[in-house]
């Protein structure tokens, strides 16, 4: 048996975050020893430790809860597991995809300034004010 300060050594976990996946269901309850603290198996040790990966992989609690739950019944197709993941990895392309349209307007927006100018004529300052202004609004 690991107390929550043990399993969040081994995971890397923090225990206010092992407390809150308790209470979001994503951990089963601890068992609980005779001077009240939290005791956890191997398989709570394993579970959170496939939580951790999932969040670093970015998929959000209610995608964790659903895979878990597909994770029960072993013997089932595995489809709707790769839906999931083939939804989060869409979601981290657009993201990219809005990165780098960020990144080409920071270079561009960068490579126009020298930072010898006064602030009053700074490119940066007055990209940053016009962008996303609609026709009319100047």
Request: some cysteine; charged content about 30%.
């Given at each position: 048996?690991?107390?929550?300060?043990d399993?969040?050594?081994?995971?890397g976990?923090k225990?206010?975050?092992?407390r809150?996946?308790?209470?979001?269901?994503?951990?089963?309850?601890?068992t609980?020893?005779?001077g009240n603290?939290?005791?956890?198996?191997?398989?709570?040790?394993?579970?959170?430790?496939?939580?951790?990966?999932a969040?670093?992989l970015g998929?959000?609690?209610s995608?964790?809860?659903e895979?878990?739950?597909?994770g029960?019944h072993?013997?089932?197709?595995?489809?709707?597991i790769?839906?999931?993941?083939?939804?989060?990895l869409s979601?981290?392309?657009?993201?990219i995809?809005k990165l780098?349209k960020?990144?080409e307007e920071?270079?561009r927006?960068?490579?126009?300034?020298?930072?010898?100018h006064?602030?009053?004529?700074?490119?940066?300052?007055?990209?940053?004010?016009?962008?996303g202004?609609?026709?009319?609004?100047?």
């Open positions: 048996m690991l107390s929550i300060g399993l969040s050594k081994r995971t976990v225990v206010p975050t092992i809150y996946y308790e209470q979001m269901g994503l951990l089963a309850a601890a609980r020893s005779e603290q939290r005791r956890y198996e191997r398989s709570d040790l394993d579970r959170l430790a496939f939580i951790r990966h969040r670093d998929l959000d609690i995608a964790i809860r895979l878990i739950a597909l029960s072993p013997q089932q197709p595995c489809g709707d790769d839906r999931i993941a083939a939804e989060h979601g981290v392309r657009e993201k995809a780098k960020l990144e920071l270079e927006i960068v490579s126009h300034c020298d930072g010898n006064a602030i009053k004529d700074c490119y940066v300052i007055r990209s940053l004010s016009d962008h202004l609609c026709e009319g609004e100047h």
